[in-house]
């Protein structure tokens, strides 16, 4: 599972998705749109949103800090890849 | 069955958790997260003893405050979404699908951003309709902005728009603005803010993103259009208190309604504190310092039983 997560560094709701994906282990990449004007444009083209976080999981389009959405897709993706096993 | 459920882990929440693990009684307290409204604020500078600090570490000040008592039970992540009547007190549903008994409740369940409830708002939330303008008003550089709302939230996102957007227009429904003299003068005098009173928001434009703001001019009647690609959205809260309703006394807007010395409600066994109550000024000082009175005031009601 890839995760992206694009952020400004004032954001809280950001900043709260990394701690909850600290938490349970879980790496990502994060792409700062305010020093990086190319992520900016990748956010804005992948999304078309104009508001952070905006969370890109295997290529799916996530807006906002959800927990229980990002809850239920890390256990579904944890059942996926340990069936796999 | 616990003494005592808190429902909320903003600043009255957590006084009154602090308090209540202190008094020993059986508490509870169930939040969403902690750090109630200000978790967004840049810099809070009238927390007192504290010169500055950011809404975020602050949230978390109160966490650990909270988790440092030892005879508490939190659960965090979560919500109360109903509240049932039962022998004895209060059962307690939760968002999750728990339910908790309680022998009294103390409500701190504080208050939500008031929406513009206007066509277009919802459509485009986060396509430039933006609630949180410490966090997004980077992605407006170079963009003209729509800041609706005169108070002092409307005024601080305005400051916080300065460093990026091209061109904000302030508008406000009243004929005056109506926050801090100190913020107002800093921002009005800026070339880059235009200032528009008496102003009625009909609509929000746009295809993908936001391109325009539709409004009436109350005095003439006129109705005008902005070309912006962002509007914030700062026009005041309304109190969380929709789960308890059907029990306890509110006013108009739906706040509590408490007795202003121990903050009982209208139903015995339910005290209530901060923003979700009819107290006059919405201040996280205010609303620790009343949750503090509840919790006292509940701690009394046992011990006189």
């Given amino acids: 599972m890839k995760i992206i997560i694009y952020t400004t560094p004032t954001c809280v709701y950001c900043r709260m998705t990394k701690e909850f994906l600290d938490k349970r282990g879980v790496s990502y990449i994060e792409r700062n749109v305010i020093e990086d004007e190319s992520a900016r444009e990748e956010m804005i083209n992948k999304s078309h949103q104009l508001g952070v976080p905006v969370i890109d999981i295997d290529g799916e389009i996530f807006v906002g800090f959800n927990r229980s959405e990002l809850e239920s897709l890390l256990k579904s993706n944890q059942s996926l890849s340990s069936k796999k096993i | ?305």
């Fill in chain 2, 1 to 305: 069955m616990y003494d005592l459920a808190i429902i909320g882990g903003g600043p009255a929440g957590v006084a009154g958790g602090v308090y209540a693990a202190r008094k020993k009684m059986k508490t509870v307290l169930i939040t969403d997260f902690f750090g109630g409204q200000s978790l967004v604020s840049a810099d809070i500078q009238n927390w007192i003893g504290v010169v500055s600090i950011s809404g975020f570490e602050w949230g978390k000040k109160l966490e650990e405050h909270l988790r440092a008592q030892e005879s508490i039970d939190i659960m965090d992540s979560d919500l109360v979404s109903k509240v049932e009547r039962m022998d004895g007190g209060w059962r307690l549903l939760t968002q999750s699908g728990k339910a908790i008994e309680a022998k009294t409740m103390l409500l701190t369940s504080g208050s939500r951003r008031r929406k513009l409830n206007v066509p277009g708002e919802k459509e485009f939330e986060s396509r430039g309709v933006a609630y949180c303008s410490i966090c997004d008003a980077p992605l407006f550089k170079d963009r003209a902005v729509v800041v609706a709302g005169g108070g002092n939230s409307g005024l601080e996102a305005t400051i916080d728009l300065l460093p990026y957007a091209t061109k904000i227009f302030l508008l406000h429904r009243g004929d005056v603005l109506k926050g801090d003299p100190v913020t107002q003068e800093k921002v009005v005098r800026n070339p880059k803010v235009q200032v528009i009173l008496n102003v009625e928001i009909q609509e929000i434009i746009g295809s993908q993103i936001v391109t325009g703001l539709k409004y009436r001019d109350k005095i003439s009647s006129d109705v005008r259009m902005l070309d912006v690609q962002g509007v914030f959205v700062e026009i005041g809260s309304v109190p969380n208190s929709d789960f308890v309703k059907e029990f306890v006394k509110l006013n108009d807007w739906g706040e509590v309604v408490v007795d202003h010395k121990t903050q009982r409600t209208s139903v015995e066994g339910i005290w209530a504190a901060g923003d979700i109550t009819d107290v006059m000024y919405k201040q996280n000082n205010i609303s620790m310092g009343d949750a503090v009175k509840a919790t006292l005031n509940i701690y009394e009601y046992f011990r006189s039983r």
